[in-house]
């Protein structure tokens, strides 16, 4: 067998097997990671925003992973859903923070006619 096709054979396994709590941490992982680098790498407001968004997006997918009838354990008394309401209160929270945030955003925009999150140095104090 080729050397390339014999180390892609494990590769195109994380493919054929069924879905399970790996997978959700490996998008909830990628959806945190591209969060972080849209947040450092941006200088638009509005791409820091969306940023911010992803990485409780990707913390949210984790908790409901995390909160997977596989993970529990025998004779737990939980309901299963502790990850679900975390992941409905990181979501009440994203929605007030984007509210805040936009109209933070809007009221600098008026001011300053950009969003350059550079040009804000003159919100100190």
Do not use: W
Request: proline share 2%; with cysteine.
């Amino acid at each position: 067998m080729n050397s390339v096709v014999a180390s892609a054979v494990p590769l195109f396994g994380l493919f054929t097997e069924p879905v399970s709590v790996a997978h959700y941490l490996v998008v909830g992982a990628i959806l945190f990671v591209s969060g972080v680098a849209c947040m450092a790498l941006k200088r638009n407001a509005l791409g820091v925003l969306m940023g911010i968004e992803l990485v409780l997006n990707g913390a949210n997918v984790n908790f409901v992973a995390f909160a997977s009838p596989y993970l529990q354990g025998e004779g737990s008394r939980s309901l299963g859903l502790d990850g679900q309401v975390f992941a409905l209160f990181v979501i009440l929270l994203a929605a007030a923070e984007a509210a805040v945030a936009l109209a933070i955003t809007l009221n600098f925009y008026n001011n300053h006619a950009t969003v350059d999150v550079d040009r804000a140095d003159d919100l100190k104090g």
